[in-house]
């Protein structure tokens, strides 16, 4: 089974600090995503990967960066959190078109 | 117009019910399809593709009608453990025409089996 794992399962943070949420995969896919999920939102995409140090935005990148320095890590930072992400973040990753997710940070931001 | 579009519910449905949820997409080049089930406070998992000729897999149906651009999961004898949100995927992969594409996920249909 692959796994997905993120580090924190909730996280409290400050206005205006700098927040990192890491995503480690353990099937060497290539594929790795953040999305976000709000109510009546449902969730949406701010960032992926295809390759080791390759980067895509998704639908909402603002705000957010990634780093992919290695295959199997997926770091999402928040360069200075706002109460605006507070939400549930959520990593996957996939070798085809459909990602196995982690269990998710719930992220907020005070 | 939301590029993936189901009805949120709730469904509310006995044990053994036969209920049945839509979803349509806006991308008429979408080319993959897929319901996932999320679980109150877990992450979604793979429930099953959606292919043109439609496909089962136990009690659950898929459909998918191109034309139409819309694509439907039955779900028949309904379990107290079916209860969840069920998510429609839709996948577009564009001109780049690498592997993942751009998957869109519709905001979920909340189904609720009581006994």
């Known amino acids: 089974d692959v796994k997905v794992t993120q580090s924190s399962r909730y996280l409290v943070k400050r206005t205006g600090e700098k927040v990192f949420l890491e995503c480690v995969q353990d099937m060497d896919h290539e594929n ?5 999920q709000d ?17 895509e935005k998704g639908d909402i990148p603002e705000g957010y960066s990634v780093s992919r320095e290695k295959k199997e890590r997926f770091s999402l930072i928040l360069e200075s959190a706002s109460t605006n992400q507070t939400s549930m973040y959520l990593c996957a990753s996939s070798w085809d078109t459909r990602p196995t997710f982690g269990s998710g940070t719930r992220l907020t931001v005070v | 117009r939301k590029e993936v579009e189901q009805d949120p519910g709730p469904f509310n449905v006995p044990e053994g019910a036969t209920v049945a949820f839509n979803c349509t997409y ?44 819309y694509i439907s999961l039955l779900i028949r004898d309904s379990k107290l453990s079916d209860s969840a ?4 995927v839709v996948n577009y992969v564009g001109a780049g025409g690498t592997s993942y594409g751009k998957l869109t996920f519709g905001q979920g249909t909340i189904l609720t089996v009581h006994p």
Do not use: H
């Open chain 1, 32 to 36: 790795m995503f953040w999305y976000r």
């Open chain 1, 39 to 55: 109510p009546g939102l449902g969730l949406r995409l701010i960032y992926f990967s295809y390759d080791v140090k390759m980067k």
């Open chain 2, 26 to 69: 806006s991308n008429s080049a979408s080319q993959s399809f897929f319901w996932y089930r999320q679980d109150c406070r877990k992450e979604p998992k793979l429930l099953m593709s959606v292919y043109s000729s439609g496909n089962e897999d136990g009690r659950f149906t898929a459909q998918l009608n191109r034309a139409s651009q």
């Open chain 2, 85 to 88: 949100t069920y998510l429609c």
